[in-house]
Nanobody, 129 residues
Framework: QEQLVESGGGSVQTGGSLRVSCDAS????????MAWFRQAPGKEREGVASINNGGTTIYSDSVKGRFTISTDGGKNTLYLQMDNLKPEDSAMYYC???????????????????????WGQGTRVTVSS
């Protein structure tokens, strides 16, 4: 039973916009950090944005000011709005999560893949010049 399912990838021209979604309705934890990662052929997986249950967000320098991570108000759906896309944004985009049943406070945000133990299958984004 997949807990994270991505959708919304596709092809767009340079400067265009795209929103990818992650169905996280089966992710069972109330305290969480969720993130979007991407991986281009021959490159390492890169964290681009993260959000926790408190609504705090962080972004990698490569996407800051162009991408926006958000949820639907809870954790059922995770979004990544991508604006002003560039060819170097082309990659497979993955949704990832790590959760806890109870914490004293929202977990700190991380963009390293080792901090996430639940992954989706990915959705492809292609940006043409």
């Amino acid at each position: 039973q997949e807990q994270l399912v991505e959708s919304g990838g596709g092809s767009v021209q340079t400067g265009g916009s795209l929103r990818v979604s992650c169905d996280a309705s089966k992710f069972p934890y109330s305290f969480y950090r969720m993130a979007w990662f991407r991986q281009a052929p021959g490159k390492e997986r890169e964290g681009v944005a993260s959000i926790n249950n408190g609504g705090t967000t962080i972004y990698s320098d490569s996407v800051k000011g162009r991408f926006t991570i958000s949820t639907d108000g809870g954790k059922n759906t995770l979004y990544l709005q991508m604006d002003n896309l560039k060819p170097e944004d082309s990659a497979m985009y993955y949704c990832a999560a790590n959760g806890w049943r109870l914490l004293a406070r929202s977990p700190p945000l991380q963009l390293a893949p080792g901090y996430y133990n639940t992954w989706g299958q990915g959705t492809r984004v292609t940006v043409s010049s």
